[in-house]
């Protein structure tokens, strides 16, 4: 098999076979294809092991810029600039800065106190649809993480929708990795810029309990700048918008096609924190993480070398079958679903990983009563297709199946 076809957005339908043979016979990579370039790791162990190596930094959007032709790196000056702000993008003690001052507000307490926000956010926008034929994806699971990212933030709601524009053009540039994926993707964050700033002069006037309100006091006592609230205000709705979003879609799409498990779902509600865990391994999560490595050392016989990036496969380590059972197999019972890797280990576990698992958790709660029985319009499921996200649903078009047990079920929830 050709690996290099990994790029190709075409593969993302069966990214399992390729990724399965690269674990298999080439689980240590080295892949270069135009402005790709780098290891790919698909093992578990490798990729946990790696994750955790303090040799190995997060390869930062600048970082990339800087391995394009000059004349390129020239057009994306404005990207490259606003990414030496990020949590990555200025070395290890401003990622521990920025990562020590952002977990201050990131705390489980915190996130559990938005869970009623959310599962209201959500309530509102499922009785928003009138009828039982609708697109999920358009009407809830893709604008939702967007709306709570800017509740979160301390947006007003007449510019929630604005968010998931500046969500769409900034992961554009994880589409092919060329140029014009680039450009756009700096366009959103240039747009997504100018908004913070008018936020953060508001709040400057009318500081709230939110997220950019408390940076505000930070930044009063010299511990982050406009500039780092600004970029990383663009990292965390590109990172936490689309995962959350198509870890919605790509879950609903997997219980579909696993009756039983949406069924005993159904029957056993307390399963729905453990399911969400096994959509996150078995379906969640984006294809690779991407670091540079800063020193030369030996890694299982691999000479890695300094610069040279490592792109770990979260996706591909959720499905070893040497720590997985069954991989390929949904399973919300399966009782090691704690272990996975979508959201990375180490000092890059993600941030808004219990924001994330708060909003799915809220997500399926609601979904199990509003639409107990479903069915999925397969020929009508748009999407565009990445080498990092894979598939990203576009539209998931739904038929809820209503019967005299549904209306009483939703009747009951109603009168709650």
């Not at 869970?115 to 309530?123: G, L, S, T």
């Not at 979160?152 to 990795?177: C, E, T």
């Not at 996706?315 to 040497?322: E, I, K, L, T």
Request: net charge negative; hydrophobic share 40%; aromatic share 10%.
């Amino acid at each position: 098999m050709e690996f290099t076809t990994i790029l190709n957005p075409e593969s993302s339908l069966n990214v399992n076979e390729i990724l399965e043979e690269i674990q298999t016979t080439s689980p240590r990579y080295f892949l270069e294809q135009g402005n790709f370039k780098g290891w790919i790791i698909t093992r578990f162990d490798d990729v946990s092991a790696l994750l955790k190596d303090s040799r190995l930094t997060t390869g930062n959007v600048g970082a990339f810029i800087q391995s394009l032709p000059e004349s390129q790196q020239r057009q994306l000056q404005d990207l490259k600039t606003l990414s030496q702000y990020s949590l990555g993008g200025g070395g290890k003690e401003q990622h521990k800065r920025l990562k020590d001052l952002y977990r201050e507000y990131f705390t489980h307490k915190y996130i559990e106190s938005m869970r009623p926000e959310i599962a209201q956010i959500c309530q509102d926008m499922l009785a928003n649809i009138e009828t039982d034929d609708f697109d999920i994806a358009k009407e809830l699971t893709n604008p939702l993480p967007a709306y709570v990212i800017a509740t979160l933030l301390g947006a007003p709601q007449k510019d929630w929708h604005l968010f998931i524009d500046f969500s769409r053009k900034m992961i554009g540039m994880f589409v092919n990795y060329t140029l014009e994926s680039y450009l756009e993707a700096q366009q959103g964050f240039m747009a997504l810029a100018d908004y913070s700033r008018n936020l953060i002069e508001i709040k400057r006037q009318n500081p709230d309990n939110k997220l950019i309100s408390f940076l505000l006091k930070a930044e009063a006592r010299g511990e982050i700048s406009v500039d780092e609230i600004i970029t990383n205000t663009a990292v965390f709705l590109m990172a936490g918008h689309e995962t959350t979003s198509q870890l919605l879609n790509k879950g609903i799409h997997a219980l579909h096609n696993n009756p039983g498990q949406w069924k005993k779902l159904y029957e056993d509600q307390s399963l729905i924190e453990n399911t969400v865990r096994e959509l996150l391994r078995h379906s969640g999560g984006a294809l690779w993480s991407r670091r540079i490595i800063t020193e030369d050392f030996t890694f299982n016989d691999v000479e890695f070398k300094q610069g040279q990036m490592v792109f770990l496969s979260l996706y591909a380590s959720n499905r070893d079958a040497n720590h997985f059972e069954n991989p390929h197999e949904l399973d919300i019972e399966r009782e090691n679903t704690q272990r996975h890797m979508a959201f990375a280990l180490g000092a890059h576990y993600c941030l808004g990983a219990q924001l994330a698992l708060v909003e799915a958790e809220e997500v399926f709660k609601q979904l199990l009563h509003f639409m107990p029985q479903f069915e999925i319009d397969e020929k009508n499921i748009d999407y565009f297709l990445s080498p990092l996200l894979r598939a990203t649903y576009l539209s998931l078009p739904i038929q809820r199946v209503m019967n005299k047990n549904t209306d009483m079920i939703n009747s009951a929830v109603l009168e709650e």
